[in-house]
């Protein structure tokens, strides 16, 4: 009875080891079939990231080398600009000097100083944009003749050459002093209730006194002038004014001189009391009176301190920038992603 009770607790023994050894393998095959998958997966991932990595690489191969290539046309096409183009000092400075130089035709030519003025102050702009301490003498010659010119008295020599040629249109219709005719008296009004004989007296009295007539005059007699002469006269009196013209564009001291002897030959062969011959007389008379400067100054001193300036910047002396040098090679762009990029 023993036996058979220990037989049978050995069998349910050995059959509930076997039952735990079959969970315990089915429990680790399961295991192992998921660490499999997972080991597929983290493959897949793997495959997959790989892919991604050659085709980023090949994309920034690509970009690389297109950079590279930009860069190449950049440099090439910088160091053409540099060859063509001068610098922007250099393009200044000859702008600087084309203005001045365009100011000086202006004051020896045309006499023109406003325009010269504002030449000079453009340039003096243009000067002030760069800000360049080695600009300084140039900037301080411009102010030198800047104060020059604006020292000058302004001349309206439009407006007076204007008057000029107001005055030259009525030279033909201006009164000879020959020709000046005397006011004729005024009668005196007849009273009331006059007498006939005493009309018929006071009329033959008035005709009687027409016949003279008595003057007193302090003026000079005014001289005679022959038909046949007075076209000449004129023709005198307008060449005297057009030589003043002449003599006020070119900023002539022959101005004054001139307009100065056609008013004495209009007061001596004009008639003075007539309103056209005093107009003419006081538009010349405010003529001569306007001052006129005697010599106008130059911009050659700012003119030569910019060529002074472009010569020794292009020497290189000291103090001076020398321009750039463009033979120098320009180091490229490489294709090796190990290396650092180079601009």
Not at 5 to 34: C, Y
Not at 58 to 78: C, D, G, I, M, P
Not at 216 to 223: E, F, I, K, L, Y
């Amino acid at each position: 009875m023993v036996g058979a009770v220990f037989a049978t607790a050995l069998g349910l023994a050995w059959i509930d080891g076997r039952n735990t050894q079959r969970t315990l393998r089915e429990d680790v095959a399961r295991r192992l079939a998921d660490v499999d998958a997972a080991l597929a997966q983290s493959k897949a991932r793997d495959l997959d990231a790989a892919n991604e990595v050659r085709e980023a690489q090949a994309k920034l191969a690509l970009l690389e080398t297109r950079l590279a290539e930009s860069q190449s046309q950049q440099a090439s096409l910088e160091a053409l600009y540099r060859e063509l183009a001068p610098s922007r000092d250099e393009l200044a400075l000859t702008e600087i000097e084309q203005v001045l130089l365009l100011a000086g035709q202006q004051l020896a030519l045309a006499g023109n100083v406003q325009a010269a003025v504002a030449a000079l102050q453009l340039a003096d702009a243009k000067l002030a944009r760069i800000d360049r301490p080695q600009l300084t003498p140039l900037r301080r010659a411009l102010a030198r003749d800047l104060d020059r010119l604006k020292a000058v008295p302004f001349v309206d020599v439009a407006g007076m050459a204007l008057k000029l040629d107001q005055v030259l249109a009525t030279i033909d219709t201006l009164p000879l002093a020959k020709d000046e005719r005397l006011p004729e008296p005024v009668p005196l009004p007849a009273p009331k209730d006059e007498p006939s004989w005493r009309a018929w007296w006071r009329e033959t009295w008035a005709e009687l006194r027409s016949l003279v007539r008595i003057e007193v005059s302090d003026r000079p007699q005014a001289p005679l002038v022959m038909p046949a002469q007075q076209y000449f006269l004129r023709e005198n009196l307008r060449l005297k004014l057009l030589a003043a013209r002449i003599a006020l564009l070119a900023r002539e001291a022959d101005f004054k001189t001139n307009v100065t002897s056609a008013n004495s030959w209009l007061k001596q062969y004009f008639d003075t009391r007539a309103k056209p011959v005093q107009a003419v007389i006081a538009t010349l008379t405010q003529l001569a009176a306007t001052p006129m400067p005697s010599e106008l100054p130059d911009v050659s001193r700012s003119l030569d301190t910019v060529r002074a300036y472009k010569s020794a910047r292009e020497r290189g002396d000291a103090g001076f920038p020398r321009p750039p040098d463009t033979s120098a090679p320009r180091r490229q762009q490489t294709n090796d992603p190990r290396q650092p990029m180079l601009r």
